[in-house]
């Protein structure tokens, strides 16, 4: 507790506090914080510790329950005090004598999720730099949210721009994000109990739960398999060093029946057995214009049943995370009770989008890629690859290129109004779409984002690598095969550094047909390609292309 020796008034005779609209939408509305609360906390301040960059912590206790204690953050800009945040905080994080920047730490690490900038990661980063080439648009731009796209969050980063031409050294402080799920948890006193894991599988359920709506209304899928079925899911259990064998988490109550069921199959499993636990979000909203009145949108159309037998997907297949190794992507497999690529769908598109220009963008894609009597055509030398049929093409897969990485919890990161200017028929610059050909017939995808799945396929020579890292991060590939088409699809901004280059196997440039795509032959290259087993061509193709400076 506070001892009140240490009580200070804090007045501000000249310079009032602004709220801003956050303050409205957020803290207001969602964590029970009035006008009131706020500027008694501004101007009757307990304790205050100015910080860097024209950062304020003002701290007042108003004894009231988990209301308690009540965290503010202002800063000075351009002679006004801005309202920054507000956080209600647990008595226990407060202590005689800590300042009050320790205390955020210890708030951050509780309540928040894993935060990048660059290559620096933690709960809470007090102090980094990042280059940005370019203009600086968005703080979003700055901080990557390392966890489920399905975990509401509320982000901080307070930062100074130093500008040389066409470069800016962007110096971060107090950078943080607040998972709310688990801020409401104990703000509304929400019910909870503990339930013991397998040590095995503590890491992975605990993550789990921190994507829960703590009201309840998030369901969780479980697939598994047994043992024998080599085209099994992946596991997501992660062996530790412990002597104990039994950890404990915690759980809203409303959520005490599914996950006894999850807790008794990984308690039984196998050698060799595997589950893989899916949460399905109800307040999901169309990513094209915001509707909350969301349907369920084949990924794989309906009109492709015609063309390609059943295929079994998991929601999570071959999308390559960071911590994947190639040979374990390529072991990614499927298993009965998984989605049928006939029933491949999300919900994230509302009915409007989807049976309007969506489907009008879904028969122009039909008409490109099937012939006049009804067969799919075969090479690339069939399509009629003008400006209007190309643009039209790129369009529909770079809508499904996004939907698949949203499937697979691999969200891109596109500029502000990316997916606005897509639904008006506008292609964002930095996109671009290339297609080959393969001998095998198949339907199939492969997701990949950032760095850490592209670690071997970045060279640089002129850029510090750390920087080159730092915007290769933000690279986003998706390649889709369709018959005999593979399709690549990637986004990246050019002008901060990085350009792209083929290897493996030559492309046409579907959009934007201006394009340059350098390609670089390497020896033996036809007889290497034809060793490869053709369901695996995609793969291979997946890894042709890489991020050079030069």
């Known amino acids: 507790m506070i001892i009140t020796s240490l009580y200070l008034f804090v007045i501000f005779d000249s310079m009032e506090l602004i709220l801003t609209e956050a303050y409205h939408q957020v803290y207001k509305n969602k964590f029970h914080i009035d006008d009131s609360h706020v500027y008694e906390t501004f101007k009757l301040s307990t304790v205050v510790q100015k910080l860097e960059n024209n950062v304020t912590l003002h701290l007042k206790e108003f004894k009231n329950g988990k209301c308690a204690f009540l965290l503010l953050a202002t800063q000075l800009v351009k002679k006004e005090i801005l309202f920054s945040f507000a956080y209600w905080i647990p008595s226990e994080l407060i202590t005689h004598n800590v300042p ?16 990048r900038i660059g290559t620096t990661e933690g709960y809470f980063i007090e102090n980094t730099r990042r280059l940005i080439h370019g203009n600086l648009e968005s703080p979003n731009q700055l901080m990557e949210i390392l966890g489920s796209v399905h975990i509401p969050c509320e982000s901080y980063v307070f930062y100074n721009e130093k500008n040389k031409n066409n470069l800016h050294w962007v110096d971060c402080y107090y950078c943080f994000a607040i ?45 598994n398999k047994k043992k024998g079925n080599n085209d099994g899911l992946v596991s997501f259990s992660e062996e530790q060093d412990s002597e104990q064998s039994v950890f404990k988490i915690e759980i809203p109550k409303t959520y005490l029946q599914p996950f006894t069921r999850i807790i008794d199959l990984v308690s039984t499993l196998g050698k060799g057995e595997k589950i893989i636990v899916i949460p399905q979000h109800e307040s999901n909203k169309c990513i094209f214009c915001g509707s909350s009145e969301v349907s369920q949108e084949h ?9 390609f037998p059943e295929k079994k997907f998991a929601s999570t297949l071959h999308a390559r995370t960071p911590d994947d190794k190639l040979l374990e992507t ?17 919900h994230l598109v509302c009915a409007d989008c989807n049976g309007t220009w969506m489907s009008q963008l879904e028969e122009k894609a039909k008409g490109f890629l099937v012939d006049e009597k009804d067969g799919f055509r075969e090479k690339i030398s069939d ?39 897509i639904k008006n028929g506008d292609i964002p610059e930095g996109f671009l ?34 920087i080159a890292e730092d915007i290769a991060n933000e690279f986003f590939m998706v390649n889709i095969q369709v018959h005999h088409f593979i399709f690549r699809v990637t986004y990246l901004d050019e002008s901060k550094g990085l350009k792209r280059e083929a290897w493996i196997r030559p492309t046409k440039i579907l959009y934007p047909k201006s394009y340059l795509l350098r390609y670089k032959k390497i020896e033996n290259e036809e007889v290497l390609w034809e060793r490869v087993e053709n369901n695996l061509k995609l793969h291979v193709f997946n890894i042709g292309l890489r991020l050079v400076d030069h």
Request: include cysteine; aromatic fraction near 10%.
């Open 100 to 115: 009050l920047l320790d205390v955020l730490k210890l708030f951050a690490h509780k309540y928040g999720c894993k935060i």
């Open 179 to 223: 998972n709310n799920n688990k801020y409401l948890l104990w703000l509304e006193d929400i019910e909870t109990t503990e339930m013991p894991v397998p040590r095995e599988w503590y890491t992975y359920l605990k993550e789990i739960t921190e994507t829960l709506n703590p009201y309840g209304g998030t369901g969780l899928k479980i697939l």
């Open 299 to 307: 990924i794989f159309a309906q009109w492709m049943r015609a063309y």
């Open 330 to 346: 390529l072991k990614s497999g499927v298993s009965k009770g998984t989605e049928s690529s006939y029933g491949y769908t999300s």
């Open 383 to 421: 399509l009629t690859i003008d400006d209007q049929n190309s643009k039209q093409l790129a369009l529909w897969l770079i809508i499904k290129s996004i939907l698949l990485s949203l499937k697979g919890n691999l969200s891109p990161i596109l500029p502000d109004n990316a997916l606005s200017d």
């Open 433 to 466: 779409i290339e297609i080959a050909e393969v001998e095998s017939s198949d339907i199939d995808f492969i997701v990949n984002k950032g760095i850490k799945a592209f670690a071997d396929l970045l060279s640089v020579e002129k850029l510090d690598k750390r």
